[in-house]
């Protein structure tokens, strides 16, 4: 038997990054609706159960993927433009990086289990960004 879709308020909840409206979610999918503004980042986090897609609509963001443990230091850097599409695997430790202001979809789908919105695990708190943080990041990918 399916589990009935669960109504969410739609209301905005205020973001360090910007702001996010979760528009819908049951035990298979979630989907979010983000804005983000430039020079901002997410928590460094990951989901125990669920994959997080993300489905950037305008803006450009960078979204930093750990496969493996955090003390490994061993990430990968994705360049996000308008029309591209990035999942990121249940138990990956990753975050955003927001180089000009936008507007995204998040989609969860379960890895194992349902989806739950209070599935995450966050290893720092996100913010601005300094100038510094900005530049390597876009060193790392060769953009100017």
């Known amino acids: 038997m399916q589990s009935p879709a669960r109504r969410i308020e739609a209301n905005w909840e205020e973001k360090c ?7 819908f979610y049951n ?14 980042r997410c928590s460094i986090h990951k989901h125990k159960y669920r994959n997080n897609m993300f489905c950037v609509h305008s803006g450009l963001l960078v ?15 994705i ?4 029309g591209e599409v990035l999942d990121v695997p249940a138990g990956y430790w990753h975050r955003f990086r927001v180089y000009r202001s936008g507007i995204l979809t998040e989609i969860y789908t ?3 289990g349902g989806v739950d919105f209070k599935d995450i695990e966050r290893f720092d708190q996100g913010g601005e960004d300094t100038i510094e943080q900005l530049r390597f990041a876009l060193d790392e990918l060769a953009i100017e």
């Open 110 to 112: 379960p890895n194992c």
């Open 79 to 82: 360049l996000l433009s308008p």
């Open 27 to 40: 035990s298979k999918a979630g989907v979010s609706h983000l804005e983000v503004e430039r020079g901002f």
């Open 17 to 23: 990054w910007g702001r996010v409206q979760h528009i």
């Open 63 to 77: 979204v930093q993927v750990w496969p493996g443990d955090l003390a490994d230091d061993k990430s990968e850097l």
